[in-house]
């Protein structure tokens, strides 16, 4: 969910318990704690209060935390050694395994006023009672918290959220199952894997067999994440959700999701990897070439070798899917243009998956300024005998030509999508599609025929607001694109200087 409609969405409990815990932010941005090191605060701390509601219910007791009655200890203690408990407490839980160690991983206390980390834990937290909320209540709070985070572009959280609308229409188009094992690799806050069980939830209630309900709730949904901080509320959000145990395996693995070939596969993928286009690692692909000397993973189930780490995802996500997998993937415009090793790729995709949707978004949708990115619909099958390609059309829809976003006044709603997904008709046969003004279908012949197999295809639509003065752009509108614009080129200017650095090959492979 947005920003913006989060509230629209949420119970009205819900809100007033968002309410509540974000009034305080403010107060502890006086004493530099930042929205995000807020959020994870309350992470840590919502954790240890369910775990003391559930150590001391009457009935049906859960010792979560194995004796440790980490929430009394921190009613019981002020000032230094306040803060003190508050450390000892972190750290000794950042050791554990399983779910409770990927949320207090390198976790660390940012409230340094211990009156206000006591007024947080006893005023905040304290007062309510967490485990007896409703999972929608507790989860939709959480989840608007992650939202308002969201929006503090100082904090940079914002690459790590993907608009909640966006998500819904991929999801809605994808139709997740029971039997679906559904991965992100590059997840985030976890939203992706969230509305994908809700989604379930919704459409697939009343038939759930109680082995699909256990499998939902403990395996069937996986993201990796390469940042601490933002892996431990990914595995928050699915908790406070119903995905997970707090003593059972982690369905959030840290790490490189590039760095090696995936041990487990997917029936589904769901994803928005990292739009920065260059890559910190090496990958060294089958045609045994390499780029950079630094920590050199030999990925020879990749197709190519490159630094652009957009394209490495692409290749990654084709080697996570089982043969008749489908994905859905936000990418930014040079995955479908850029020559070279895109070219190749692109090539394999088409050849040995169906890649049959692409949906063209408008820029000002994304908390990366300027981005102009898409989502790519496909389907891995298995190889043909006659060598043709498994792709027949590819179908685009244009929802960029006479679409104007921004993340303040005119902000992207599901509604504005409901075109697309009723010409997507999830669940029928693509041979029932029709063409409209905005949805065009091309051939793979076509495609495979063009320079560089260029799939950035230009719409027949016509920017209304150049003849029609009653649709001209709001002068903001047109400032925060501009902006965007010049932040994103900016970027550019910048991994096009780091690519030209001189490279020093180690020894040991030349």
């Given amino acids: 969910m947005t920003p913006q409609t989060a509230s629209s969405r949420v119970s009205v409990d819900a809100q007033a318990l968002v309410n509540k815990l974000w009034s305080y932010c403010n107060v502890l941005r006086d004493d530099g704690v930042s929205v995000l090191d807020y959020v994870e605060q309350l992470t840590y701390l919502l954790f240890l209060k369910m775990a003391h509601e559930q150590k001391n219910r009457r009935f049906n007791q859960v010792d979560i935390l194995d004796g440790l009655d980490a929430w009394q200890i921190l009613l019981d203690a002020e000032g230094r050694e306040l803060e003190e408990q508050y450390s000892e407490i972190l750290g000794a839980l950042g050791r554990s395994g399983g779910t409770l160690g990927r949320i207090f991983q390198k976790a660390q206390n940012r409230i340094q006023d211990p009156a206000k980390l006591k007024r947080l834990i006893r005023e905040l937290i304290g007062k309510e009672n967490w485990s007896g909320t409703g999972v929608d209540i507790k989860g939709d709070a959480y989840e608007e918290l992650l939202a308002k985070s969201s929006e503090d572009v100082k904090s940079g959280a914002g690459q790590y959220f993907t608009p909640r609308e966006l998500i819904r229409t991929m999801v809605d188009c994808v139709q997740p199952t029971p039997d679906d094992t559904i991965m992100d690799p590059a997840c985030g806050t976890g939203g992706f894997l969230l509305n994908a069980f809700e989604y379930i939830q919704h459409h697939h209630e009343m038939g759930l067999t109680l082995e699909q309900r256990e499998r939902l709730s403990t395996g069937a949904f996986r993201g990796n994440e390469l940042v601490d901080g933002t892996a431990r509320l990914a595995a928050m959000n699915l908790l406070l959700h ?58 020879r189930d990749f197709w190519v070798t490159t630094t652009n780490k957009q394209l490495n995802f692409m290749q990654h996500i084709y080697t996570l899917l ?147 003065a009653d649709d001209l752009i709001e002068p903001y509108v047109l400032a925060e694109e501009i902006a965007g614009e010049l932040e994103a080129a900016l970027s550019e200017l910048i991994n096009l200087t780091e690519s030209l650095r001189p490279m020093n090959i180690p020894q040991d492979v030349q």
């Fill in 242 to 299: 119903g995905i997970g145990q707090p003593n059972g395996e982690s369905l959030i693995e840290v790490g490189d999701a590039l760095a090696k070939p995936p041990t487990r596969h997917a029936s589904l993928v769901l994803a928005n990897p990292p739009f920065g286009k260059k890559s910190s690692i090496t990958i060294i692909g089958e045609d045994d070439e390499f780029e950079r000397k630094d920590l050199a993973y030999h990925r």
């Fill in 322 to 468: 089982q043969t008749g997998g489908r994905a859905a993937v936000v990418i930014p415009d040079n995955v479908l243009f850029e020559g070279g090793v895109g070219e190749t790729i692109r090539r394999r995709l088409l050849q040995q998956c169906d890649v049959h949707t692409l949906l063209r978004l408008p820029a000002g949708i994304f908390y990366a300024g300027g981005v102009k990115a898409n989502v790519l619909f496909f389907e891995k099958l298995p190889p043909r005998a006659d060598g043709e390609p498994h792709t027949q059309k590819l179908w685009v829809y244009d929802f960029r030509t006479n679409q104007h976003f921004t993340l303040k006044q005119n902000r992207l709603s599901r509604e504005h999508l409901e075109d697309f997904v009723t010409c997507y008709a999830p669940g029928k046969d693509r041979g029932e599609r029709t063409e409209t003004d905005s949805f065009k279908a091309y051939d793979v012949d076509y495609l495979l025929n063009r320079e560089r197999v260029n799939l950035l295809l230009l719409a027949d639509l016509k920017d209304k607001s150049i003849d029609d």
